[in-house]
């Protein structure tokens, strides 16, 4: 697979959890838990799911700002779990990562110029007399005016920040750029510019997207393929159309049936889940959704379905997905 760039397999990550005041006894939150994917050059790969599922923690694995506890990420043919932390340098210019809250992520001590440009300076990228135009440059392709460059991050709106955020991750040339719920701050009509500016942006750097949401519709318009999370397991994974016409997972079913009616006329059946999702600190045995789902058997409460592919490019993590698949009286559309 030459055009994988990114590659990750049974990746894990457990935080120790004390057992309180009185107790020595240290319990484990598995916030990530045997999750596998791949990434092709210049796609985009849309990470879906309740919050706590994990998808952040995820983001922060493969940049390598967390270390996982078990899997591999291999990055353009190289194995970088196991790079020690003084080697990482090289790897942060080629995975760059947006986070969700611009304002906390960009240094208010700097103005704009100094936030782009800083990367560069410390990369390597360009000679101090490059910088200043290249930062101009950056300016202009995310869409603001070379007069921001003097600004600082308070001076400005949200979607500007954000603009700011894109600009300096993609000072450095990345190949993959991780982007962590980076528009759910915005508003609707600044989140469709973010949006399509990172389109347009993907197809000028080629660059490839890990783009984490909890947004289903966001993530429809971004992605190549979609991954449902649950509990910190991969549910279901397919290309958009596929996924949301007609998915296999129940727990895919229950966040699409979800989504608002575009029209009252319009006959959706919906799927209530009971409960609240259980503890990652105390998973159910069998099935991590099957407290909740609807169509849970006993087997279901006794063994766990592992992600297999199902035909169509598509991999569902359900014993029953074959039965479930288009058993639905209506199609999801977003």
């Not at 952040?56 to 353009?76: A, K, M, Q, S, Y």
């Not at 600044?190 to 909890?214: G, M, P, R, T, W």
């Not at 996924?243 to 979800?258: D, G, V």
Request: overall charge positive; hydrophobic content about 40%; proline content about 7%.
């Amino acid at each position: 697979m030459v055009d994988v760039l990114l590659s990750v397999e049974g990746l894990k990550k457990y935080f120790p959890v004390g057992g309180g005041l009185f107790s020595r006894r240290t319990r484990t939150l598995k916030a990530v838990d045997g999750v596998t994917f791949t990434i092709r050059k210049g796609e985009t790969l849309g990470l879906v799911g309740e919050s706590g599922c994990g998808k952040t923690t995820i983001g922060r694995l493969i940049v390598r700002l967390e270390e996982p506890t078990e899997g591999r990420i291999v990055f353009d043919g190289t194995e970088i779990t196991k790079v020690k932390i003084a080697e990482l340098r090289p790897l942060r210019k080629k995975i760059q990562m947006i986070f969700q809250d611009p304002m906390s992520s960009l240094n208010p001590r700097m103005n704009v110029e100094k936030i782009v440009g800083h990367p560069m300076q410390i990369h390597g990228v360009a000679d101090n007399e490059k910088i200043h135009q290249n930062v101009i440059e950056l300016l202009k392709s995310v869409g603001l005016s070379p007069e921001f460059a003097a600004g600082y991050p308070h001076q400005l709106s949200g979607g500007q920040r954000q603009r700011i955020a894109i600009a300096r991750a993609l000072s450095v040339n990345p190949q993959l750029v991780v982007a962590d719920e980076i528009v759910s701050a915005l508003d609707v009509s600044v989140q469709a510019q973010i949006l399509n500016l990172l389109k347009d942006l993907q197809k000028e750097y080629e660059l490839a997207y890990l783009f984490i949401s909890h947004n289903l519709a966001v993530v429809k318009h971004m992605s190549n393929t979609v991954a449902v999370m649950y509990l910190g397991r991969i549910m279901e994974m397919a290309s958009p159309n596929d996924l949301y016409l007609n998915p296999s997972h129940p727990y895919t079913m229950a966040l699409l049936s979800a989504i608002p009616k575009e029209h009252p006329a319009i006959e959706r059946k919906i799927i209530t889940l009971k409960g609240d999702p259980p503890s990652p600190i105390d998973l159910p045995l069998g099935c991590k959704f099957h407290p909740r789902c609807p169509f849970a058997e006993d087997l279901c409460r006794t063994h766990e379905p592992p992600l297999v592919e199902v035909g169509g490019g598509r991999a569902v993590s359900c014993h029953f997905a074959n039965s479930l698949a288009g058993g639905l009286s209506h199609k999801f559309i977003c």
